[in-house]
C-alpha cells in the first residue's frame, strides 16, 4: 500500500503560515497596547512627582504656579491623545482576535480532516496487511 498523503497538504500548509502571520500581527498590537499603558503610567507618575515637589517648596510664586498650572494642561492632554490612541489600540486588538481565532478555526477544519483522512488510511492499511498476512498463511498451509 502507499504512503499516506493528505491532499490538502498545501492548503494546510497555507492556513498554518496565516494563522502564525495573524497570532504576529496580534501579538503585535497587544504589546502596542501595553506601551500606551506604559506610557499614560509614566505621564501620570511624572505629573505626580511634579505636584510633590512642588508642595515641598518654600516660597512659590506666581510664575511658579502658571508654569505649574501650564504643566498640568500639558499632562491632561498627553493623557487625553494617549486614551484615544488606546481606545484605537483595543480595537486593533480585538479585532486582530477575531481574525486570528478565525485562522485557527480554519487551520484546525483542516487539521482534523487530516487526521480523519490518515485514520481512515491506517485503517485500510491494517485490513490489507491481514489479508496479505491470510493469504500467505493460507497458502503455506496448502502447501
Known amino acids: 500500500m502507499n504512503a499516506f498523503r493528505f491532499p490538502l497538504q498545501k492548503a494546510l500548509d497555507l492556513r498554518r503560515t496565516q494563522l502564525e502571520l495573524e497570532e504576529a500581527r ?9 506601551a500606551l499603558d506604559r506610557l499614560r503610567a ?9 505636584e510633590v ?7 512659590i510664586g506666581g510664575s511658579d504656579l502658571a508654569a505649574l498650572h501650564r504643566y498640568r494642561l500639558r ?17 486593533n486588538v480585538t479585532d486582530q482576535q477575531e481574525k486570528m ?15 480523519r483522512r490518515l485514520t481512515e488510511w491506517r485503517s485500510a492499511h491494517e485490513k490489507e496487511l491481514e489479508t496479505v498476512a491470510a493469504e500467505s498463511y493460507l497458502a503455506q498451509w496448502s502447501r
Not at 42 to 50: D, L, Y
Not at 53 to 59: L, M, N, P, Q, S
Not at 75 to 91: D, F, G, H, S, T
Open 26 to 34: 496580534y501579538k503585535q498590537y497587544t504589546a502596542e497596547l501595553a
Open 42 to 50: 509614566e505621564v501620570e507618575a511624572s505629573g505626580i512627582r511634579v
Open 53 to 59: 515637589e512642588v508642595r515641598t517648596w518654600d516660597r
Open 75 to 91: 499632562v491632561k492632554n498627553e493623557e487625553a491623545r494617549i486614551a484615544e490612541q488606546r481606545i484605537a489600540a483595543a480595537r
Open 101 to 115: 481565532m478565525e485562522a485557527r478555526r480554519r487551520c484546525r477544519l483542516l487539521e482534523r480532516l487530516k487526521d
